[in-house]
């Protein structure tokens, strides 16, 4: 069966310092992946997605930056973390029409 | 450009009353509509996935249904219960990403 991980749970970064948030899924071969936050008192917003390695499309501007090394590994990074950055972030994986989510990291910007 | 809208925003019932959860979409061309449960501080699941050629999905209590032409989707819960608190996401899908509503954060009342 499939499974997905996301590390850390929690993160407690202060301003302007970098950001490696990791994502790996098992079970499967070349599967969809995507990284969404969501921040407090706001929906859940689509940051980026990727249909294969080292191929990444960004949904909105912002100091964030995602990688895919790996078939089943993508990582979301950022040199400068904001204020704004703080927020519940959730990778999620996809063979067809369904996405399966994370855990989640949490993330809180100081 | 898709927008998904979630009302109510929150909502309170008594245990064992029946409830429907609503949603809507600017654009009736989706490939499918999910609806999703996220308990707090945690990742997203998978309710029911409703295919653009369907008109409804029925797990267990749950019931959803999807007019495509009017935008709009529900979600019906049978005999509340406690353990039904949580937030209730519906999200549309669209090629290879899915665009989620803001959520209506449900408080079933023991």
């Known amino acids: 069966s499939q499974t997905i991980h996301q590390w850390p749970a929690t993160l407690v970064q202060p301003v302007g310092s970098p950001l490696s948030l990791e994502c790996t899924v098992e079970?499967?071969?070349?599967?969809?992946l995507y990284w969404y936050r969501q921040a407090a008192g706001r929906g859940l917003q689509l940051l980026f997605y990727?249909?294969?390695?080292?191929?990444i499309s960004s949904e909105v501007p912002q100091n964030l930056s995602a990688s895919r090394p790996q078939d089943r590994q993508f990582i979301l990074s950022s040199k400068k973390l904001l204020l704004s950055d703080s927020g519940f972030y959730l990778c999620?994986?996809?063979?067809?029409?369904?996405?399966?989510f994370g855990p989640g990291t949490r993330l809180t910007v100081t | 450009k898709q927008e998904v809208t979630q009302i109510p925003a929150a909502l309170s019932v008594p245990e064992g009353e029946n409830l429907v959860l609503n949603c809507s979409f600017t654009?009736?061309?989706?490939?499918?509509l999910q609806w999703f449960r996220q308990d707090p501080g945690k990742g997203l699941t998978s309710l029911l996935l409703?295919?653009?050629?369907?008109r409804e999905q029925t797990s267990g209590r749950l019931n959803a249904s999807l007019d495509k032409s009017s935008g709009r989707s529900t979600l019906y819960i049978a005999a509340s219960q406690p353990g039904d608190s949580a937030t209730y996401l519906c999200?549309?899908?669209?090629?290879?990403?899915?665009?989620f509503g803001k959520g209506t954060r449900l408080h079933i009342l023991p």
């Open positions: 999620a994986w996809s063979k067809g029409v369904e996405q399966y």
């Open positions: 079970g499967t071969s070349n599967p969809n």
């Open positions: 990727s249909v294969g390695i080292g191929q």
């Open positions: 654009d009736s061309a989706i490939y499918n």
């Open positions: 409703i295919q653009s050629s369907q």
């Open positions: 999200a549309v899908g669209e090629d290879d990403k899915i665009i």
